[in-house]
């Protein structure tokens, strides 16, 4: 079963959204030299040897490198990368690409241009200042306190709510091409019919006919998810239908469904348990946002701060 999805109100906004942005370092750039050195040689030869996810030309993907980028990820991403074969496969074409690149920035000496020099000098200085940051701004590992995280959720409680979840089962009819259309809609008709006549029967009918196979093995449940996550015909259909009761068949873009709504729950206020663990991330970003901001301010104090505006303003007029 799916998690309820939360509808943040405006008074809770603030206290929810934590933007995370996720940098993937995978190790050393490869270096290569116009005319290699016999060391070189001897690198690349050893590279060779060692066991590699992927290949292009002499640059390759360890195993170790790609744990590393799974190990970067959110569970969920994780996981949801695992299953779909297409997209970790084209990252590993992008990271060959760009493992090519660098070795041909490498070859031309790109490194050591001027701008190129100057803009990694100040890239540097912000992952280091960055780093540092988070480091002196840590926040105790017993916040939120309970009482903290109750009095988080009462202020905010009005926009604490789930919008109204349905749980939808189907049996799926994919189309392939063109010439398969009508014949997909004549079974999907047969299906609807069947189904309509005997409700009780959709789940062995989605186990035996459904192609959409992760919800056939479960007769067909898609699981509770609000209206606005199902595909489009799909939710005009399930708008209109009671509890228990089955769908004419509804042609998508992919195929044709026949649906049954087997349960349906009104919206309602979330539960503290429902919210804990993204409240409590909230909290603490919010805390160690505080923290480094109080960190910043203290340096300031230190010694005597000085604006020399007539240099500021030319440096202005220079900019014009």
Known sequence: M???TVVVGAGALALLVVAVTLGLRTGNDPVAAQQPAPSSVLSSVLAASEPAVARLGNQHVAPEELKTLLATLAPESREQLRADRGALEGWLRSRLAEKAVLEQVDAQGW????????QTRAATEQIIFRDYLQSVSQVPTDYPSAAQLQQAYDAGKSGWMTPPMYRVS?????VADPQSLEAARKQAL?????AQATPAEF????????QDRASAEKGGDTGLQPLQQLVPEVRGAVSRLKVGGVSEPVQSAAGFHVIKLTEQQPARVATLDELRERL?????????????K?????MLKTATLSIDGAVLNKVLEDQQ
């Open 2 to 4: 799916k998690k309820p």
């Open 111 to 118: 490194r050591h241009r001027p701008q190129v020099e100057q």
């Open 170 to 174: 189907q049996i799926f009819l994919g």
């Open 190 to 194: 047969e299906l609807s019919k069947k």
């Open 203 to 210: 789940a062995a009918l989605a186990s035996q006919y459904s």
């Open 280 to 292: 409590t991330q909230a909290l603490r970003a919010q805390r160690q946002e505080q923290i480094a």
């Open 294 to 298: 109080a960190y910043l301010e203290g």
